[in-house]
């Protein structure tokens, strides 16, 4: 059984940086793929990034790219994202999810393609 916990999320400037982490367990690498999707009160969810277990491409949302990072520590069990010059519009409950299906630039962002979900972490960034 999957199980995802976030962690790292706290209260920040603009312009400062933070952290996130999700602690997995039961995901199969290599075929598995962890996105960080992130959700505003009244706003849709969005996704941020994404990371194929196995390595390789990475995906950013256009609001984010050059300024988050995702990363893997497959001996941890662990995905990061790093998140710098952060924006008072970063602000929202970030989760980790996990995807069994094979994810394209096209797809990876749709939530509906993730089986497993953690509780969300919350990021709040004041200006």
């Known amino acids: 059984q999957v199980q995802l916990v976030e962690s790292g999320g706290g209260s920040v400037q603009a312009g400062g940086s933070l952290r996130l982490s999700c602690a997995a367990s039961g995901i199969t690498y290599r075929r598995d793929s962890i996105s960080w999707f992130r959700q505003a009160p009244g706003k849709e969810r969005e996704g941020v990034a994404s990371a194929n277990t196995a390595g390789g491409t990475k995906y950013y949302a256009d609001s984010v790219q050059g300024r988050f990072t995702i990363s893997q520590d497959n001996a941890k069990n662990t995905v990061y994202l790093q998140l710098t010059s952060l924006k008072p519009e970063d602000t929202a409950m970030y989760y980790c999810?996990?995807?069994?299906?094979?994810?394209?630039?096209?797809?990876?962002?749709?939530?509906?393609?993730?089986?497993?979900w953690g509780q969300g972490t919350q990021v709040t960034v004041s200006s």
């Open positions: 999810a996990v995807s069994t299906s094979a994810l394209y630039s096209s797809t990876w962002y749709e939530w509906r393609r993730y089986s497993y």
